[in-house]
């Protein structure tokens, strides 16, 4: 009996750096294949989804919008007041 080949999985790292080594093309596809143990296929099928994907890379990232800018009256509201009570103060303290 042959023991039971398990299904690898491979992280987005290890596909980003198999990808970005076939894009380069120094070694032919074969070559990258072997060295890093897959298919030519596989490594063929990163390329393409490395290609296709690369302009979400600098894509602003949908929760990375600034921020709404706080409602500022009512603190404009609160300095006035502070405003007043300080020069009321100031009145009464002097005699």
């Known amino acids: 009996m042959t023991p039971k080949r398990t299904r690898r999985r491979f992280t987005a790292e290890f596909k980003a750096e198999v990808a970005l080594a076939a894009l380069t093309e ?3 596809l074969a070559e990258l294949a072997a060295r890093y143990q897959l298919t030519v296929a596989q490594t063929s ?7 296709q ?11 990375s919008a600034a ?8 603190l404009y509201a ?9 020069q009321l103060l100031k009145k009464i303290q002097r005699p």
């Open 67 to 74: 921020p709404p800018a706080p409602d500022l009256e009512p």
């Open 78 to 86: 609160a300095i006035g007041k502070l405003q007043m009570e300080n």
């Open 45 to 51: 099928h990163w390329k393409l989804q490395l290609r």
């Open 53 to 63: 994907q690369a302009a979400q890379v600098f894509a602003p990232a949908a929760g």
């Open 26 to 28: 120094r070694q032919p």
